[in-house]
Each structure stands twice: as structure tokens, then as C-alpha cells.
């Protein structure tokens, strides 16, 4: 089946980029998704990118899929304290009738001053 | 903006009891899930619900689970029979082009 792995945790200092990365493994996936999650609350859709695409840009948020490579991966610039959360990604594919989402681990980005 | 909203936020049952789970989809919507993530797990799919009837679900979903969408705009969710290990956050979530999620139900099986 569908599979999705982030590393677990980030630490960077407010000012500097982070960068979360992410690989699948379902070969036909559409589209990649990029969520974020608070504590105590649910999952903000931040961006996502179609999978014939390589790069998308959006503000602070940069994301690169390698599709080859089956990675993806989320840039944040200027990165501020509001900006820790829980990331994960997600891709959905043609498998299925629904279009589910399948989710990696959830990548824990700490910011500090 | 329009939203997902997911009612109660936190439900506290007995093993054994029924509970359900109420959603309201964003109003133009026509694709529903339900999601679930116990304590520090992944985020894993339950059930999407297209045009009034199941369209896929997950080895998870099974026959303690059921769907209903009793008018034009609730989205349930029913767990016959819960166990311990359905204690989770359970989500809510309506598509039109990306998936938007409401902002969970936590459900705490004692």
C-alpha cells in the first residue's frame, strides 16, 4: 500500500529557512499536500502541488517535488515562532474511488529565538 | 470564509456505548471523510462518502463504523460498540478541489 515518511523533528532559530522533507512511495499520486497542525487543533491545509509540477511558490512557502525521486519536500522562509507546529504532508492518487489522503508521520518544526 | 465544524469537541464514553460524531460539511461540498489519529500516530483514513453512499474505506472502517448524511448538510459518523482502542481524534473533512478539515473530535473511550 501507499506509504509516507517525514523525519520527526526540526529544530531551527526564528530568521533562518526550514526545510521539511518528505518521500512516498505510491507512484501514482496527483497531488502532494502540505498541512499544518497546531496543538490542540486540527489540520490547516497550507499548499500543495500537482505532481507534473516541480516547483510552486507561495509566500514563505517553497515546494520542490522531485518526482523521480519520490520526494518532496516544504521550505519556509523567514521562519517565525508562529510557525512551530506539526507539518505533515499527504498525497492523494489514483488507487481508490475516493481520493483519501494518506499521511506521513508529522514533522514537529521547533522555532527558537 | 466558509468552514468545517465538528460537534462536540470532546466526547467522554463508556466501552461498550454507541456514539456519533456530528460534522457540517463547507455548503457546496460534495465529497465527505472521516479521518481519525490516535495519540501520536499518523493521521489515517477511515471513510469517503460521495453521493449518498460509501465510495472507499479503510481495513480500520469495519463493521462497528457506519456513515449517514441525514439531511442536506450534517455528516455523521457512529460507532456502535466503542472500545479503548477507539480513543482518538476523529476529523472531519469536505472536498471540492482540496480537502478542507474541520478542527476534530476528541473521543476518550473509558
Known amino acids: 500500500g501507499e506509504d509516507v515518511e517525514q523525519s520527526l523533528f526540526l529544530s531551527v532559530r526564528e530568521g533562518d529557512s526550514s526545510v521539511i522533507n518528505c518521500t512516498y512511495t505510491d507512484s501514482s499520486s496527483t497531488y502532494l499536500y502540505w498541512y499544518k497542525q497546531e496543538p490542540g487543533a486540527g489540520l490547516q491545509l497550507l499548499t500543495y502541488i500537482f505532481s507534473n509540477m516541480d516547483m510552486k511558490q507561495d509566500q514563505r512557502l517553497t515546494v520542490l517535488l522531485n518526482k523521480k525521486d519520490k520526494h518532496l519536500s516544504l521550505r519556509i522562509a523567514d521562519t517565525q515562532t508562529g510557525d512551530s507546529a506539526i507539518y505533515f504532508c499527504?498525497?492523494?492518487?489514483?488507487?481508490?474511488?475516493?481520493?483519501?489522503?494518506?499521511f506521513g508521520t508529522g514533522t514537529q518544526l521547533k522555532v527558537e529565538l | 470564509e466558509p468552514e468545517v465544524t465538528q460537534t462536540p469537541s470532546h466526547q467522554v464514553t463508556q466501552m461498550g456505548q454507541e456514539v456519533i460524531l456530528r460534522c457540517v460539511p463547507i455548503s457546496n461540498h460534495l465529497y465527505f471523510y472521516w479521518y481519525r489519529q490516535i495519540l501520536g500516530q499518523k493521521v489515517e483514513f477511515l471513510v469517503s462518502?460521495?453521493?449518498?453512499?460509501?465510495?472507499?474505506k479503510s481495513e480500520i472502517f469495519d463493521d462497528q463504523f457506519s456513515v449517514e448524511r441525514p439531511d442536506g448538510s450534517n455528516f455523521t459518523l457512529k460507532i456502535r460498540s466503542t472500545k479503548l482502542e477507539d480513543s482518538a481524534m476523529y476529523f472531519c473533512a469536505s472536498k471540492d478541489n482540496e480537502q478542507f478539515f474541520g478542527p476534530g473530535t476528541r473521543l476518550t473511550v473509558l
Open positions: 499527504a498525497e492523494t492518487g489514483l488507487t481508490g474511488g475516493g481520493n483519501k489522503l494518506t
Open positions: 462518502f460521495y453521493n449518498n453512499e460509501i465510495s472507499e
